[in-house]
């Protein structure tokens, strides 16, 4: 029964932390619709379609949580490898263009799109091992990409190592350039992508020891990271513009029955 | 009266635009659509044979992309002070020089009405003390006015503190704010104009859209 009160737990945790991504892509959908400048209108844009694969990514990778499995976790990293330095990408823009001096952050202009199309030709290279691995693509899965040919293990070592790099040296940026803005707007979106990133790491690393001692249990603790990491996605995603809220006043109405507080 | 080169706003300013010799200052975040405002007021003077000057901080090319994005054709341009791509620079480290460009330019056009927009103001306030910005601006909007010139100012909300921009509101004839509002759980783009000289008090707030054939402004709320 114990067993069955953990899988509950991970499962009601990775439904709720959904409903928050799915909601932040909404918000991010809804700035990029309203915001004019297309710097500020693709960076939304970009966040709402990594939020969608982090979702994905979320959902495929929880092979533990019934129902929503699909066995295929590669599929997942495949997407967010494209995406993320993408969304990196319009974000270290946004936060270039909020620098009165258009400081270019360690060479990211250039740089930037080089990464991008190393990620994509990571993804396509890993999509190959897998299809022409010995015993095709779903037994290179099966085994998590150990294989007896040398290059499988390779192609997808490349693939993760680009993930990796393309991860610290698009933070790198981001950070860099949130510190050069006088934005607050910009500098809070870094810290809560930061702090969204902790929960992530929090979901991948906390369940290790926990498993030794008390087994399972470390795993839906783990999912908790989960939550942190889609509600610090939300806050980040409301702080692509600041905003007001508008209350109506007593006795008024209409364009001139509004307040701001 | 100056026409705004938005019908809709000039309706709500009095038919008639931005007061004649006044300076109109735009506050709110970025990629709000501040310098949307600022595109079609150039775009307006330079149709009407207005002299029309452009400061800013960022490339000529940026600014020109910008304006072709929201549907503001090119063929007409202001002469411009800029960081790059202009022959007069803007350097933000020497306000002195951006000062004394400005008023070159349009003393040089005596005889027309002088429309000029300008986005240096945050990054100037963020680069100098607030007392000396305040004297510069002062100054330079006193010197301006001498002749027949409409100055708009853009300025970047959330990158000052609040008491900053609330003195340097003071200087302006005209405030105009623009902020995204929580609308139930939509995401609504309003402004209201805080003050404009000769208008008594608009209580309003306007909802605006920004499209490929122009800017649109309407009450909210109807």
């Known amino acids: ?84 330095p993408l969304f990196i990408n319009s974000s270290v823009r946004a936060a270039q263009e909020t620098d009165f001096f258009h400081r270019d952050t360690l060479h990211w202009r250039i740089l930037g799109r080089v990464i991008t199309v190393i990620a994509i030709c990571s993804v396509i290279l890993s999509v190959v091992v897998g ?83 008390a087994p399972g249990v470390g795993d839906a603790i783990s999912y908790l990271g989960f939550i942190i990491e889609a509600y610090y996605l939300y806050k980040a995603v409301m702080s692509l513009s600041p905003l007001g809220k508008m209350e109506k006043l007593e006795g008024t109405s209409g364009a001139a029955g509004l307040q701001v507080t | 009266m100056v026409s705004t080169g938005v019908p809709s706003l000039d309706h709500i300013l009095g038919d008639d635009g931005y007061p004649d010799r006044s300076s109109v200052l735009v506050v709110g975040p970025p990629g709000i659509g501040k310098e949307v405002l600022g ?35 090119t063929e007409r341009v202001p002469e411009w002070i800029s960081s790059s791509g202009s022959p007069i620079k803007c350097d933000l480290k020497d306000a002195t020089s951006i000062s004394f460009n400005v008023k070159e330019a349009v003393h040089k056009n005596m005889n027309r009405r002088v429309r000029v927009a300008t986005d240096i103001l945050s990054p100037l306030l963020v680069l100098n003390p607030l ?28 990158m000052h503190p609040q008491n900053t921009l609330t003195t340097m509101e003071q200087l302006f004839d005209g405030v105009i704010e623009m902020k995204l509002y929580e609308d139930g759980l ?21 909802r605006f859209s920004v499209s490929s054939t122009g800017m649109e402004v309407v009450p909210h709320g109807r």
């Open chain 1, 1 to 84: 029964m114990a067993v069955d009160y953990l899988i509950i737990f991970s499962a009601s945790a990775v439904l709720f932390s959904s409903v928050i991504v799915v909601f932040a892509c909404y918000r991010a959908i809804e700035f990029g619709h309203v915001l004019v400048g297309s710097i500020y209108k693709r960076r939304a844009n970009w966040a709402a379609i990594f939020l969608a694969s982090t979702m994905f990514l979320t959902l495929d990778g929880t092979g533990s949580v019934p129902y929503l499995s699909w066995d295929n976790a590669y599929l997942g990293f495949w997407v967010i490898t494209v995406t993320l």
């Open chain 2, 186 to 206: 939509a995401i609504t783009p309003l402004f209201r104009v805080k003050k404009m000289v000769g208008l008594p008090p608009l209580h309003g707030y306007f």
């Open chain 2, 131 to 158: 007392e000396s910005m305040y004297s510069y601006w002062s100054q330079l909007l006193a010197d301006l006015k001498r002749q027949d010139t409409v100055l708009f100012a853009l300025a970047e909300d959330g």
């Open chain 2, 39 to 73: 595109y079609w007021f150039v775009r307006s003077g330079l149709i009407q044979g207005d002299y029309c000057l452009y400061t800013t901080h960022r490339p000529v090319s940026d600014i020109l992309r910008d304006m072709k994005g929201v549907g503001i054709s």
């Open chain 1, 131 to 213: 299809i022409t691995a010995p015993g095709g693509f779903a037994a290179t899965l099966e085994n998590s990409g150990a294989s007896s040919s040398w290059w499988v293990p390779v192609g997808l070592g490349l693939f993760f190592l680009v993930l990796i790099v393309v991860s610290i040296y698009g933070s790198a940026s981001l950070i860099v350039a949130a510190r050069r803005t006088q934005d607050r707007a910009i500098r809070r979106f870094v810290l809560m992508l930061g702090l969204s990133l902790v929960g992530l790491v929090f979901f991948l690393t906390v369940w290790l020891p926990i498993d030794d001692v």
